[in-house]
């Protein structure tokens, strides 16, 4: 019997497939646990921003560190929220890429060695796969086909979603991601790391229009896109322009790089479905919680007949619960595997 029996009697998920997924690909340490309802018992999440945050950005070696000191009081946390024991867990499933090398081995190893204690399955899975989870979480009757737009700060892509998660990659960033043009931004701004949500907030209260800043590929006929011309067009705007002058229009400046941004997804993604004669986008990864990009998909969707599917604004960054719930999706439909042996890999092949 799995679960915990209170007064008020057995907790709802009794007797359920229960998946506790580990993420550790980045700067996250984080364990989620789901149920094959695709319910949420739990979602744990400690975050290195601080201790990276002296240095402008990931430092792999110190990231790898933390988790190796974090995974399991996170995964105890995740256990004591969910109200299970841990040979409640039917299945484990840990994040084998894309990543950081150092990180995803600490994650692999710890997941291996609780599968091989518990005599559970252990599923290896795609960091980017465990994003268009949290779609699936936030709507649970979405069914493929549909299309997904991937927005972080490592990957601007579309990848065409088919019945049994089949997928193809249909276009891409040809440089940097828009996440990385948010931060880098910000970061030549003087704003601190991670700069996105800085850039985000200051873009509330800023006129949009303030300044044209570029957007490449925005009108050409395919589904790439490109934002480091963006970025050194922030960089020639600091260098030309007086320090005071960009410090008393800074909401002014971010709302116009924001924009450009946003601009670019909103097109290109309209573009794209348009194409493919897709009726839903789904938006996933860290940036898919900026909030304007939110309301100019909304506003699009209105009026063009689609449906934009965000996930919930907690489930938008790196999380345990993505990971968990992919392969509980996967369980729930015959398409999963388990491998013991599996390996972390930095691309996923």
């Known amino acids: 019997m799995k679960g915990r029996i209170g007064p008020g009697g057995p907790v709802c998920y009794l007797g359920s497939v229960i ?8 700067d996250e340490t984080a364990c989620g646990l789901v149920d094959s309802q695709m319910r949420v018992l739990a979602n744990q999440v400690y975050s290195q921003v601080p201790i990276h945050s002296e240095y402008g950005g990931v430092v792999p070696e110190i990231a790898a560190r933390a988790h190796l000191e974090k995974i399991d009081p996170i995964v105890r946390m995740a256990l004591a929220e969910a109200e299970l024991e841990l ?3 039917d299945q484990i499933a840990f994040t084998r890429g894309p990543g950081l090398l150092g990180p995803l081995l600490v994650g692999a190893s710890f997941a291996r060695s609780l599968g091989r204690a518990l005599g559970k399955p ?3 899975v795609n960091h980017l796969e465990g994003h268009l989870a949290s779609a699936f979480l936030e709507d649970p009757e979405l069914e493929p086909p549909f299309l997904c737009l991937v927005v972080s700060g490592g990957h601007t892509e579309f990848v065409q979603v088919e ?3 089949r997928f193809t990659l249909i276009g891409k960033t040809r ?3 828009a996440g990385e043009a948010f931060d880098k931004g910000g970061k030549i701004l003087g ?3 991670p700069a996105g949500p800085l850039v985000a907030g200051l873009a509330a209260g800023g006129k949009r229009d303030f300044t044209a800043f570029p957007r490449a590929l925005e009108q050409r006929d395919n589904f790439e896109f490109s934002f480091s011309g963006l970025k050194t067009s922030v960089l020639r705007y600091v260098e030309t322009h007086d320090p005071d002058f960009v410090r008393d229009n800074l909401s002014h400046i971010c709302a116009s790089l924001e924009t450009a941004i946003v601009d670019v997804l909103v097109k290109k993604s309209i573009h794209a479905l348009t194409a493919t004669g897709m009726d839903a986008l789904t938006i996933v990864g860290g940036v898919s919680a900026n909030g304007y990009l939110r309301e100019r998909m909304h506003a699009e969707a ?4 689609f449906r934009a599917i965000f996930p919930s604004a907690r489930y938008c960054g790196d999380n345990g619960v993505m990971i968990a719930g992919i392969a509980q999706w996967r369980a729930n439909r015959g398409l999963s595997s388990s491998d013991l042996e599996v390996k972390p890999s930095l691309r996923w092949n």
Do not use: Q
């Open 122 to 124: 252990v599923v290896g």
């Open 302 to 305: 209105k009026k063009r007949g």
């Open 175 to 177: 440089d940097d991601a």
């Open 191 to 193: 704003l601190g790391y």
């Open 87 to 89: 040979d409640s867990v």
């Open 19 to 26: 998946t506790l997924g580990i993420e550790t690909s980045c």
């Open 163 to 165: 019945p049994g998660l």
